[in-house]
């Protein structure tokens, strides 16, 4: 299983760019990168994936190096309402079972 | 389209007694999991659907958690009997294929209290 590691928690004040990296040496070749957002009393929420390079989408990016054994999640201009829980996923998207593993993930707080 | 949805919301019991959740996954979506957390530990994997075939039940703790999803729709997860250790947030999710641009969609969970 593919082990990530990422900060348990930052702190970002309002209309900042907020960049959340996440560690996964012994990813797999099989493996893509999934970020999740989740907020209290909620469930886990799709933010992006990505295999490699750079991935955007409306509401952040993901940069992935060359060597896929880290990744970014690049989150621009937060608002308070972005005060949540950030997982880093990494598994084979042909099984979501055992090996889609969540970790403690980053609480951010965005302050005013 | 409506989202993931799992009732109920909270559920408090007593040890010993059984408790039945449900899950209603996005429609078309033939592949269905059941998450949990339990107490200070992090979200756990416990078993996937394929339409009504268990794919994999690796997860599952015990033989008192029973998961079905007759006809390839909703899912229910029983626990019977219910002990203290079994109290957390249960997380349902499903998602459309087993490709890489096909991400889990979570329901908002069910916490279940047992007393």
């Known amino acids: 299983l593919a082990k990530t590691t990422q900060p348990i928690s930052m702190d970002s004040y309002e209309g900042q760019e907020v960049n959340i990296t996440c560690s996964h040496n012994?990813?797999?070749?099989?493996?893509?990168i999934t970020w999740y957002q989740q907020f209290p009393s909620q469930g886990p929420r799709f933010i992006i994936q990505?295999?490699?390079t750079k991935v955007t989408n409306e509401v952040a990016s993901l940069f992935i190096p060359a060597d896929r054994k880290s990744s970014t999640l690049s989150l621009p201009r937060v608002s308070l309402s972005d005060t949540a829980v950030y997982y880093c996923?990494?598994?084979?998207?042909?099984?979501?079972?055992?090996?889609?593993?969540f970790g403690p993930g980053t609480r951010l707080s965005v302050l005013p | 389209e409506a989202g993931v949805t799992q009732f109920p919301s909270h559920s408090v019991i007593e040890k010993g007694q059984t408790v039945t959740l449900r899950c209603d996954p996005i429609s078309g979506h033939d592949n269905l999991y059941w998450y949990r957390r339990v107490m200070g530990k992090e979200i756990k994997f416990l078993l996937h659907f394929v339409k009504e075939s268990k794919q994999d039940e690796s997860g599952m703790p015990n033989n008192r958690f029973l998961a079905e999803r007759t006809g390839g729709t909703y899912s229910t997860l029983k626990v019977q009997p219910a002990e203290l250790e079994d109290s957390g947030v249960y997380f349902c999710?499903?998602?459309?294929?087993?490709?890489?641009?096909?991400?889990?969609?979570f329901g908002n969970g069910t916490r279940l209290t047992v007393t």
């Open positions: 012994n990813i797999a070749t099989n493996d893509y």
């Open positions: 999710a499903s998602s459309q294929d087993r490709t890489g641009d096909s991400p889990l969609h």
């Open positions: 996923l990494v598994g084979d998207m042909n099984n979501y079972g055992q090996n889609f593993v």
């Open positions: 990505g295999y490699k």
